[in-house]
């Protein structure tokens, strides 16, 4: 197939690898304007795609997009007039409620969700290391999208495992509590995954949990507090030794995914009437760590 991956971040680089040895023509879409981009995973040999470029862009069958969530739509929006109506468009970030923003724009296109536990980490421009093997589950976001289940048997002979969800909706809102419980604590209090299991957390935890179970419930999602309970803590213990994405984030001082992972939640809560004060506080200290950033500049 001829793929282009929009956003060769960690995780990006990574399907862009696996994709290309498993003989598609892949092709980048980065921020850098080099013609070409060379990525090298692990210890196998360097790769070298081509990059923006035009002509991949408009010959793609499918288009696979790993931007962060909060730059999914200045990304992706300009791209738009030049893919193909049956380019298959896959979206795969952290976080929810960007795709709902390009809705009316991608009415022509099948579209895809994806969510994925393989962790990767881009330890220089060209260096990506898989830091985890994980599964990834992809479905439907519209009608056009539920006739391309075949893309799960292309995708899973790369990299497995790939699960058709067809209730993607369900699988989005489960990593998305996963992210609410993990992200914002480990960025505040800038420590690993595993010290989450530490006694002096669990009550926040407990609290974000609930929380985000009576949100999911209220979404007409049947996900129960203590299912989503073990699931944290099962991501805990797995990726124990790992910092969260949004801890890293606040290290160095990136903008973060909060609106898009509590940020969500809360926009979605009000909508229903539901009282979220865990969520409230860790959604604002995150911000006002953000803001001290922009205050400094
Ligand atoms: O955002 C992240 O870092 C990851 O989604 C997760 C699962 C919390 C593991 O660190």
């Not at 979605?268 to 409230?280: L, M, Q, S």
Request: glycine share 4%; proline share 3%.
């Amino acid at each position: 197939m001829n793929i282009v991956v929009l956003g060769p971040g960690a995780i990006g680089a990574l399907w862009a690898s696996h994709l290309k040895s498993s003989g598609h023509n892949v092709s980048l879409w980065g921020r850098s304007s080099t013609e070409q981009t060379v990525i090298q995973l692990d210890d196998s040999p360097e790769q070298s795609f081509p990059n923006q470029n035009a002509q991949a862009l408009h010959e793609a069958d499918l288009l696979l997009v790993t931007v962060k969530v909060w730059q999914v739509k200045s990304a992706f929006t300009p791209l738009l007039s030049s893919i193909s109506k049956d380019c298959i468009i896959v979206f795969m970030h952290n976080g929810m409620g960007a795709v709902d923003e390009l809705k009316a724009e991608l009415s022509p296109f099948p579209v895809l969700l994806a969510t994925t536990t393989h962790g990767a980490l881009k330890t220089s421009s060209s260096k990506v290391s898989h830091t985890g093997k994980g599964a990834t589950q992809i479905g439907p976001y519209n009608a056009q999208g539920a006739r391309c289940e075949f893309i799960t048997e292309v995708l899973n002979h790369s990299l497995p495992s790939v699960q058709w969800n067809s209730d993607i909706e369900k699988a989005l809102w489960q990593k998305l509590a996963i992210n609410c419980a993990i992200n914002p604590l480990t960025a505040i209090e800038q420590c690993n995954n595993g010290q989450l299991a530490e006694s002096r957390y669990q009550a926040s935890l407990a609290a974000v949990i609930q929380e985000v179970t009576s949100v999911i419930q209220a979404e007409e999602i049947t996900l129960s507090y203590d299912e989503l309970h073990k699931t944290v803590a099962v991501v805990i213990e797995a990726t124990k030794t790992n910092y969260s994405s949004m801890r890293q984030d606040i290290f160095y001082q990136r903008k973060s995914e909060i609106d898009f992972i509590t940020g969500y939640l809360l926009k979605t809560a009000k909508r229903h009437h539901i009282n979220t004060p865990e969520n409230d506080k860790l959604y604002q200290a995150i911000k006002q760590i953000e803001s001290s950033w922009i205050n400094h500049d």
